[in-house]
């Protein structure tokens, strides 16, 4: 009873408004573990916020207070591994659109935390088909255009949602940057622009070092953030379309040596050894991404054609520039195994690829005993279109049944 009690305060402080169960059991035909073989006939147990235990039904007895939630299917709760939900609403109207600011095409000191709305719609609409964690923030379109942040999509306010409040600074090289700004008109002179900086920053750096203090520049956010990810506390996420601009991109991480995850890649399959060389993980463009300007070459078996390279990646939503503003990662995942992806890779690529993508795989991703109690069950195949979503459950919350 005191758990119950104590869980019940929990929901209310962070904003779950549905029913908490303190322990909860999940019996299911089929558990994707997300670690090795599925388990059929299999059981997850839930006490707390932690799972307490997976395995077959045949070695796993239920204890007899403990909330049985039947199913068919069972997976992790789904990873979108990039989106911009949170700072771009559903309604698609200039107050609830903050993924891109125009005044400028270098600004990667803009914090996600600073405009992510907990509350929005399309937060809670995702939830609903599944997605429990988002990488969101910053979108694509500027040199580069801010942070990103991790979150979990149930609470009501940013602080209680966050997992990470800073994850990478999102660049875009190609021609679309020159759609929102007067400069860079070209290629070569928005990559000449990003460098500048990022020899900048390298300056900065050196000169914050100094010992005497009054020799110090004064802080400068702008540099700041560029110092982050030249020294790895922060991860360049890099969106490039066209097979010269990812190419361009290996460059640049090469050049400066910071961390690196390359975003979209319509074109990969033209370059794919160039990025298993590089050892750079991908979040590959969503496969029903409209085929028009820098993506105008994407193709339904890019993620099958990552998968063979043995090139890791993961699914994303994107960024849409109409409503709803979000597509969803369950059905991209599901047209990608009708082209040639393996149905445990598609799943994979929703779940255990991106945590380990974006650092987060000691909470979520699998099915592991002592990680985050985050659930989606299923009623059927989860890559089949007539499947439906029947219970969600996010830090042994139920927050959607």
Known sequence: MKNRITLFIFA??????????????VQADTIYTMEGAKIVDGIVLVDGQQIEDVG??????IPSDYKTYETSVVT?????????????????????QD???????????????DAYNAREELVKFVLGKGVTTVHTGHGPGALASG????????????????????????????????????????KSKGVAMLRQKLIDAQEYMDKMKVDDPAKRPPKNLELEALADVL?????????????QDIMTALRLKEEFGFDMILDGASEAYLVLDEIKAADVPVIVHPTMVRTYGASKNASFTTAAKLAKAGIPFAFQSGYESYVPKTRIILYEAAVASAYGLNRSMALKALTKSPAQILGIDDRVGTLTEGKDADLV?????????????????????????
Do not use: C, W
């Open 56 to 61: 077959s039904a045949s070695d796993i007895q």
């Open 231 to 243: 020294n790895g506390k922060l991860t360049a996420m890099i969106t490039a379309h066209r097979s």
């Open 76 to 96: 992790p709760g789904l990873i979108d591994a990039h989106t911009v939900v949170g700072l771009a609403g559903i309604y698609n109207q200039d107050s609830d």
């Open 147 to 186: 942070q990103t942040m991790i979150a979990k999509t149930p609470y009501n306010t940013v602080e209680k949602a966050l997992i990470d409040s800073a994850k990478t600074v999102s660049f875009t090289l190609g021609s679309s940057v020159g759609q929102y700004f007067d400069t860079p008109g070209t």
């Open 99 to 113: 993924q891109l600011e125009t005044s400028t095409a270098i600004q990667p000191h803009l914090r996600a935390f």
């Open 12 to 25: 209310i402080l962070f904003g779950v408004s549905t029913a908490v169960q303190a322990q909860i059991a």
């Open 377 to 401: 069950l299923f009623d059927g195949d989860p890559l089949e279109y007539t499947t439906h979503i029947s219970t969600v459950i996010v830090d042994g919350n139920v927050v959607k049944k």
